[in-house]
C-alpha cells in the first residue's frame, strides 16, 4: 500500500516562499496523477494543485494560480509544491495523495503564514 511522506513547512511571513516535498513509498507513483490538498483551520479539505503523471499537464485552484507550483521526479517518487508569495490565508496543513485518491493519508506538513 503507497504511503506518502510530506516535508518542508514551516512558519514563513506574508510574501514569502516554501517547497514542499511529498515522498511516496510502498509503490510506485510513475503512472499516478498526484495532487497536493490543504486543510486550514476550522475548513475542509481540498485540492490545490495536480500534475499528470508524465508532468506535462497541471492544474491549479484559482486561489493559487501563478503562486504555486507542482513538479515531480518520478525516478525519486516524489512530487513537489513551490509557494511564492504566501498568504495569511494559505496557513493550512498540507497532504499530497494520488488521484483517485488513497484512504492512506500522510501526516502532512504544517505551513503558517504570518501578517
Known amino acids: 500500500q503507497v504511503q506518502f511522506v510530506e516535508s518542508g513547512g514551516g512558519l514563513v511571513q506574508a510574501g514569502g516562499s516554501l517547497r514542499l516535498s511529498c515522498r511516496a513509498s510502498g509503490s510506485t507513483i510513475s503512472a499516478n496523477t498526484m495532487a497536493w490538498f490543504r486543510q486550514g483551520p476550522g475548513k475542509q479539505r481540498e485540492s490545490v494543485a495536480a500534475?499528470?503523471?508524465?508532468?506535462?499537464?497541471?492544474n491549479y485552484a484559482v486561489s493559487v494560480r501563478g503562486r504555486f507550483t507542482v513538479s515531480r521526479d518520478n525516478a525519486k517518487n516524489t512530487v513537489y509544491l513551490q509557494m511564492n508569495s504566501l498568504k495569511p490565508e494559505d496557513t493550512a496543513v498540507y497532504y499530497c495523495?494520488?488521484?483517485?485518491?488513497?484512504?492512506?493519508w500522510g501526516q502532512g506538513t504544517q505551513v503558517t503564514v504570518s501578517s
Open positions: 495523495n494520488r488521484v483517485p485518491v488513497s484512504a492512506s
Open positions: 500534475i499528470s503523471a508524465s508532468g506535462l499537464t497541471t
